[in-house]
């Protein structure tokens, strides 16, 4: 008995999941930026609003502050090649500041940085992913891959604090953007 084509899933940043499709071009136009070898981490989280409401609360850098545990201060611009300055809260470690770069972003949808430590030796692609399922409900991916020469031994070292970091947020993220949409509706 011949098995059935699987059915078309969709598929986020870098054709993870489901199946594979072609690479949307950046704002842009200019290609995907192609993640770092290494690792991967990822937390997915189904939020009940709209994705607007969703990217106006992650473009909301000042007030990051107000809900978000992995990132307790936040500035800079959500354009291509702005820098960000953000302080990082990973469970378990102590505050670090960093300074990544915005890659990407697409308004409701994404927004993505790179970030290079130790002298390049670790390298990482950071991304939200907002994925619309319909009107009110969304799938928000909280992501990074994390390569470069040293990054799977850091992967190993830090993952499951990162993996925790982006847990916590998205369950902050969900609290307020349901919050927000809830409030909208009146």
Not at 40 to 58: F, L, S
Not at 62 to 68: H, K, R
Not at 114 to 142: D, F, H, K, M, W
Request: glycine fraction near 10%; hydrophobic fraction near 40%; charge should be positive.
């Amino acid at each position: 008995m011949p098995i059935s084509p699987s059915p078309q899933l969709k598929a986020g940043l870098f054709g993870r999941g489901g199946t594979p499709r072609a690479p949307k071009p950046t704002a842009t136009g200019a290609p995907p930026a192609k993640p770092p070898s290494g690792v991967r981490i990822e937390h997915r989280i189904g939020i009940q609003a709209p994705a607007e409401v969703i990217w106006a609360v992650i473009a909301d850098l000042a007030a990051w502050s107000d809900w978000n545990p992995l990132y307790s201060r936040a500035t800079g611009d959500i354009r291509i090649g702005a820098g960000l300055d953000l302080t990082l809260n990973l469970p378990g470690q102590p505050p670090q500041r960093i300074r990544p770069v915005v890659l990407d972003w697409v308004p409701n949808e994404q927004l993505q940085w790179r970030l290079s430590l130790a002298g390049g030796l670790v390298r990482t692609v950071r991304y939200i992913e907002i994925e619309a399922l319909a009107p009110t409900s969304c799938i928000v991916a909280n992501g990074e891959y994390v390569g470069g020469l040293m990054g799977s031994s850091v992967a190993r070292r830090v993952g499951r604090s990162i993996l925790r970091g982006f847990t916590d947020m998205n369950a902050a993220l969900k609290i307020r953007a349901e919050a927000q949409a809830q409030a909208e509706r009146g």
